[in-house]
């Protein structure tokens, strides 16, 4: 059974960092893209960045710059480090499982895999 858990979310002020981590167990870690996607209040869930097993990496165009994701495959472990911090990207954070290598997507309508979200609030 494929498990997704995130942690790391917070209240923070603009400007600040946070790191999030999606742990994952269940599943074979290096035959899946890992993505980190976001919802806010009324909005639909939009896609983040991801990561594929050979490291590379998908941004989304308001994060860009901002926003680093990482892998540890020894840990089963991807984490996004968000830095530069807005309002804007208050949101509730979900990272979610793709079998198989997304290139150039950030659909979420991909992902058949899903964790529980974390609470990312950035105050102005």
């Known amino acids: 059974e494929v498990q997704l858990q995130a942690s790391g979310g917070g209240l923070v002020q603009a400007g600040g960092s946070l790191r999030l981590s999606c742990a994952a167990s269940?599943?074979?870690?290096?035959?899946?893209?890992i993505g980190w996607f976001r919802q806010a209040p009324g909005k639909e869930r939009e896609g983040v960045s991801c990561?594929?097993?050979?490291?590379?990496?998908t941004y989304a165009h308001s994060v860009k710059g901002r926003f680093t994701i990482s892998s540890d495959n020894a840990k089963n472990t991807v984490y996004l480090q968000m830095n530069s911090l807005k309002p804007e990207d208050t949101a509730v954070y979900y990272c979610?499982?793709?079998?198989?290598?997304?290139?150039?997507?950030?659909?979420?309508?991909?992902?058949?895999?899903w964790g529980q979200g974390t609470q990312v609030t950035v105050s102005s």
């Open positions: 979610a499982a793709y079998y198989g290598v997304v290139i150039g997507s950030l659909d979420p309508y991909m992902y058949e895999d």
């Open positions: 269940g599943f074979t870690f290096d035959d899946y893209a």
């Open positions: 990561i594929n097993n050979d490291g590379s990496t």
